[in-house]
């Protein structure tokens, strides 16, 4: 799978955004029940496959073709199937999963409402839908995050497409977001160099070709502090809180009773 930056990748991202990513699968993992999984986004499989068990159906999705069958070559023990799908119109039977889970997936789409309401649409009465995204003010300049929010704006979404929405915040150690301000700062400087803000003016092909250049040349420069555990960073450092400012890195909204 190409190195963009932005699909976390064992041995080429930094420990704390695959912590980061392990930290949200927990939380979800820990509110689930037992029945039929759906993994919106899945990538290469590692977090989906840690919600299987023997009395668990589990599915992945993918927009990549090539990604979601190479889910399932690297999990070969695992009883997973995946799915080449756009996450805002899948092939999917109306309230055929029990819990769906849409990990850092939502922010993806220009109008993400239209996601919201297939995983609606797909979800059980009784089922439950996960939504982690990041928290607007925390994030980074990304082209591949189109579409940002904060609590409020997440909770009047999925409150049109759920009748009850709990949302929290996903928080680290102080550790661990030094870590992320540091990493901020490497961004601010590499923006520095575009003082007009160009970038923004180029085809969007060109914008992300540049983001991506950016992220392998800074991956390259801190991977061996950052990669492979060095760090000492892991999911442990991450929490749920109620209490989400600006500084929460990431939004984790649990939606039941779908609206169809």
């Known amino acids: 799978m190409k190195l963009t930056g932005e699909r976390p990748m064992q041995g080429q ?12 699968y927990r939380e979800v993992r820990e509110r689930v029940g037992h029945g039929r999984m759906l993994d919106l986004g899945c990538g290469l ?6 919600f299987a068990s023997d009395d668990r159906m589990l599915v992945g999705v993918d927009y990549d073709q090539p990604t979601a069958a190479q889910a399932i070559r690297l999990h070969p023990s695992i009883d997973l199937t995946t799915v080449c799908s756009d996450g805002a119109k899948l092939p999917i039977r109306t309230g055929s999963f029990d819990d769906v889970c849409s990990s850092h997936l939502i922010e993806h789409f220009v109008e993400p409402e239209y996601h919201v309401a297939e995983v609606a649409r797909v979800l059980d009465d009784e089922g439950s839908a996960f939504f982690l995204t990041p928290n607007k003010p925390a994030d980074f300049e990304n082209p591949f995050h189109v579409y940002l929010f904060d609590p409020e704006d997440l909770r009047k979404m999925l409150g049109r497409h759920f009748s ?49 250049t950016g ?46």
Do not use: C
């Not at 991202?13 to 949200?24: I, K, Q, R, V």
């Not at 003082?195 to 092909?205: D, M, S, V």
């Open 164 to 212: 009850s929405v709990e949302v929290l915040g996903l928080d680290a150690t102080e550790h661990v977001k030094a870590d992320f301000e540091k990493r901020r700062n490497m961004a601010n400087k590499l923006l520095r160099l575009d003082p007009f803000g160009l970038r923004h003016r180029l085809p969007r092909k060109a914008f992300v070709w540049l983001h991506e």
């Open 13 to 24: 991202t930094p420990d704390s955004l695959l912590a980061l990513h392990a930290a949200g």
């Open 215 to 260: 992220r392998r040349v800074a991956y390259r420069f801190t991977n061996q502090e950052q990669v492979g555990g060095a760090s000492g960073i892991t999911a442990d450092d991450f929490f749920t809180t109620e209490q989400i400012d600006p500084s929460t890195l990431v939004l984790l909204a649990v939606a039941r009773n779908p609206i169809r």
């Open 45 to 50: 499989a590692d977090g989906t496959v840690t």
